[in-house]
């Protein structure tokens, strides 16, 4: 079946380490995404990315950093100068061009960083 | 820069009622879509409406309906006949249609009272 799928689930990491997360997509989508939600924030944008080898900073960029060398991946590391990392974290795809009009999320991520 | 602003951070309705969410947004461009998703605790984001900003009439999904007024910049989602199913966080959401980028309101949590 065709989706988002996000990996690990849950994880656990110590202060001052590096983590990525996995975002995965076999819906031939040209647009990702990667939020971050904590209590009464709402989902925060981390970075996007409308095309593979190109992606832009979100409102919240500070602290992570991005690849997109395949059209199916588009991997979130949480580096050591975020501040406060543990969170919940969503993937998002979505078509662009004029069938933009639909966006596909994954399951989510949780980081807990003790 | 885009705002999504969600003004009521918590709202309850009677079971059969019907309740609408507030939803105003900041934008300079004419080209973009409006979104509202359902995060039940499960965190799974589910698509509820979506309008393109090109058309006029208020979209419309069951029991579901949004009032679009453009030039006020404000896509209130109504919900009729509300059901215990119905409570969940609701996320108002932006997409622009120069790049691609969707920002989200900070959420409103429903409580359907039986």
């Known amino acids: 079946d065709g989706g988002i799928t996000q990996s690990p689930k849950y994880l656990f990491r110590k202060e001052g380490q590096n983590v990525t997360l996995s975002c995965e997509q076999n819906l031939n989508h040209d647009a990702m995404y990667w939020y971050r939600q904590d209590p009464g924030q709402g989902l925060r944008l981390i970075y996007y990315s409308q095309i593979v080898n190109d992606f832009q900073k979100g409102d919240i960029a500070e602290g992570y950093s991005v690849s997109r060398e395949k059209k199916e991946s588009f991997p979130l590391t949480v580096t050591s100068a975020q501040k406060n990392p543990t969170a919940f974290y969503l993937c998002?795809?979505?078509?662009?061009?004029?069938?933009?009009?639909?966006?596909?999320f994954g399951e989510g991520s949780w980081l807990t960083v003790v | 820069a885009q705002t999504v602003t969600q003004s009521q951070p918590e709202m309850s309705v009677q079971e059969a009622e019907t309740v609408t969410l507030s939803c105003t947004y900041d934008?300079?461009?004419?080209?973009?879509?409006l979104f509202w998703y359902k995060q039940p605790p499960s965190r799974q984001m589910i698509l509820v409406i979506r309008?393109?900003?090109?058309?006029?009439q208020n979209a419309t999904e069951n029991r579901f309906s949004v009032n679009f007024q453009k030039a006020a910049k404000s896509f209130s989602l109504k919900i009729s006949d509300s059901q215990l199913g119905d409570a969940a966080m609701y996320f108002c959401a932006y997409r622009s249609g120069r790049d691609d980028k969707i920002i989200f309101g900070k959420g409103t949590r429903l409580h359907i009272l039986p």
């Open positions: 998002a795809s979505s078509t662009t061009g004029h069938s933009r009009n639909t966006i596909y």
């Open positions: 309008q393109e900003a090109y058309k006029q």
């Open positions: 934008t300079s461009e004419s080209d973009y879509y």
